[in-house]
């Protein structure tokens, strides 16, 4: 009894480590959940934080007692930082940081550090309450309870059973099924860190990152795990015809998928060609090539959103917004890396990759092809076609991103436009788009330069939006009496640089016999982010937790329209890309896309990074696994709606998986290119 007794003390500090780090662990999962989640679901959390439990208790009884407090202060300082930097991430951007893949992007955090501070300062309280830990830790160990080392053959065993127990909270998962949303699909084929981390737990969610960004560093590969569901779909593609009307053409190319699977021993090459074989392809209609051969001005907007258009305040955009095609259920979802996800998603029809390098800059860091974006097609058609934006050429890797998608690159730091500066020399915040356009029209605006297609990275819409922003101080006379906040004030006089640009543009085309001959799109990077109050001030309703807050406006207008075209169809960004490559009259693959054109027949939808959807059937939101259909709408039984859910929701999974592939597997490479530039 005695021998017995003397192993259960010997084993009494590790059991002190393990109160510790269990502790730690439920401590954080369990602020999160409730700050961001707003539940206490961390019944799969605990159970997969267990062996990292065990495992960092014995290892904080391996070594001398400094190296273990050493440690054991690490480790909780880790997870203390871990839970902080999720919170605030999640409070800008409302969604998750995968940390360890996104180390790469560290140096464009400027692109929202006035954000950063903000949000900082405003909610330093709750952030502080992370720390908690931190200062326990200190007092456990003066009062000499943590870290006491034991025998190596204890840790040992100590670790062993660590493993056990990981491989015992695997089969624990197994009741809840291999579905779609199940956790062990979620722990295999996920990575959507922020549903990963809501199920999963933050331990696990990070470890996974960790273990994504090792595996590719080693493999090339980010998982050894890998599924591309079938794309048999329930939702509605649209059809080339029906009785009466006669048959149209599908917007594709003729590929011989078969054989270029036979070409290839790559697994995921394979799997995206049978993928594309299958997939239903969008089809021409009444609207095909009808701005065939016009000059073409893309706009991204910095921050707009819909409430930012008021007719008395930018009547230029409100005309446009609304006599060209009024597209009125356009969303703009926060895709990962805000702007230049944004940016992404506008010119490939593409959805951006959820965690690590940002899409957009991987294209250009690889060199990837990019035969299926705007900027090469027109080029194909003998466009000149040239990319502008007034700050750091380099920033985001633009200067490699832009150029790799045929763009002649514009921007400060390249010879292609000069900050603007305060009289002590420090430039202006944001810069002035009006100054941007006015600087550059030259460059492309003469009639002898048509056909062209110019494309501008807007930037005085750019937050924060109080008196540091120079822009808004510039037009702080037009909003000061509006009856709302400072705040909302601040956001509305910014953008009206955009209104004044556009409408310089509009002159300067008037002046040059150009602009009958021109079509103009604009469209949002992103909502507001970050200021949930001023945009539900701004839209008279609560937008925290609804995807009403995404919708925005997308203009797509030329002088030349005789009429509004009304469209009442769901839309978002991804779909911009080929709507206007089908009213441009070009020849590209619908397939190939995870958007569509919003003027086919195609059914509408709309895909949202937290897997929430909208189609011709009502909304499903994901954080609540609760579907609305829309009036008129029924199903025959619960049964027949929970696989409708299940089987759309498979087509987004798809759809994100499919995007990320085709920039990580550079897969139009592997296809032919069919068009010979001009």
């Not at 800008?92 to 900082?120: E, K």
């Amino acid at each position: 009894m005695r021998i017995q007794r003397d192993k259960i003390l010997a084993l009494r500090p590790v059991v002190y480590n393990i109160l510790w780090f269990l502790f730690l662990y439920v401590f954080s999962e369990i602020y999160l959940h409730v700050s961001i989640f707003k539940d206490f679901d961390i019944l799969i959390p605990l159970v997969l934080c267990l062996p990292a439990v065990i495992f960092a208790a014995f290892l904080c009884s391996y070594f001398s007692k400094k190296i273990n407090i050493a440690i054991g202060g690490a480790i909780t300082f880790l997870v203390c930082a871990f839970c902080i930097m999720e919170l605030i991430y999640y409070g800008i951007f409302h969604t998750m940081l995968a940390p360890f893949s996104s180390m790469g992007m560290a140096g464009n955090a400027v692109d929202f550090q006035n954000v950063l501070f903000g949000y900082i300062g405003k909610n330093a309280g709750s952030l502080v309450v992370c720390l908690i830990p931190c200062i326990l830790y200190t007092a456990l160990c003066i009062l000499n309870l943590l870290c006491t080392p034991v025998s190596r053959n204890v840790v040992k065993k100590g670790w062993t059973t660590a493993f056990l127990i990981y491989i015992a909270g695997l089969f624990c998962m197994l009741p809840s099924g291999t579905g779609l949303k199940s956790p062990l699909y979620t722990y295999f084929y996920s990575t959507q860190i922020n549903y990963n981390i809501e199920t999963l737990g933050l331990f696990t969610g990070i470890s996974q990152d960790f273990c994504r960004v090792a595996l590719n560093s080693l493999t090339g590969y980010d998982s050894f795990f890998y599924e591309i569901i079938d794309n048999s779909s329930v939702v509605d593609q649209g059809g080339g015809s029906d009785e009466e009307s006669e048959p149209r053409e599908p917007n594709m190319i003729n590929y011989d998928f078969d054989k270029l699977i036979i070409h290839t021993t790559d697994k995921k090459i394979q799997a995206l060609h049978k993928y594309m074989k299958n997939e239903e392809p969008t089809y021409k209609n009444d609207y095909t090539g009808i701005f065939e051969g016009y000059n073409l001005i893309f706009i991204t907007a910095e921050g707009w959103w819909k409430y930012a258009v008021q007719e008395d305040l930018t009547p230029t955009l409100y005309q446009m917004l609304n006599e060209g095609f009024v597209f009125e259920n356009y969303y703009t979802p926060l895709w990962y890396g805000s702007t230049i996800g944004g940016e992404f998603a506008n010119l490939t029809g593409l959805i951006p990759k959820e965690s690590g390098t940002f899409s957009m800059v991987e294209t250009g860091e690889n060199e990837n092809n990019m035969q299926f974006t705007l900027s090469r097609l027109l080029e194909k058609e003998g466009y000149g076609v040239r990319a502008f934006h007034s700050y750091l050429h380099d920033f985001y890797i633009r200067n490699k991103s832009h150029p790799n998608m045929g763009f002649e690159w514009y921007a400060a730091g390249n010879g292609g436009y000069q900050f603007e500066t305060h009289e002590d020399g420090s430039i202006l915040w944001p810069q002035s788009d009006l100054k941007l356009v006015s600087d550059t029209f030259d460059v492309y605006g003469d009639e002898s330069l048509e056909p062209f297609y110019t494309n501008y990275m807007s930037f005085s819409g750019h937050a924060n939006y109080d008196d540091s922003n120079d822009m808004a101080q510039r037009h702080w006379d037009l909003v000061k009496d509006l009856p709302c906040s400072d705040e909302a004030k601040s956001y509305l006089a910014c953008n009206y640089e955009l209104e004044l640009a556009v409408e310089y543009l509009i002159e300067r085309l008037e002046e040059n016999g150009m602009l009958d001959h021109t079509l103009f799109v604009i469209g949002p990077d992103h909502i507001p982010y970050g200021f949930p109050d001023m945009c539900s001030e701004l839209a008279g309703q609560d937008l925290e937790d609804s995807l009403e807050w995404y919708h925005s406006s997308l203009i797509v207008w030329s002088a030349s329209m005789q009429e509004p075209v009304n469209v009442s169809k769901y839309c978002s960004s991804i779909d911009i890309f080929p709507t206007i490559a089908n009213l441009m009259g070009l020849e590209y693959d619908s397939r190939l896309l995870a958007g569509r054109d919003i003027l086919s027949d195609a059914e509408q939808f709309v895909i949202f990074p937290d897997r929430s959807w909208i189609t011709g059937k009502g909304i499903y939101e994901s954080s609540s696994d609760e579907f609305t259909p829309f009036p008129g709408v029924t199903f025959e039984d619960e049964e027949t709606l929970e696989i409708y859910i299940a089987e759309v929701s498979e087509i987004v999974e798809n759809k994100m998986q499919i995007s990320a592939d085709i920039v990580d597997c550079d897969y139009y490479a592997h296809l032919p290119e069919v068009l010979v530039i001009k």
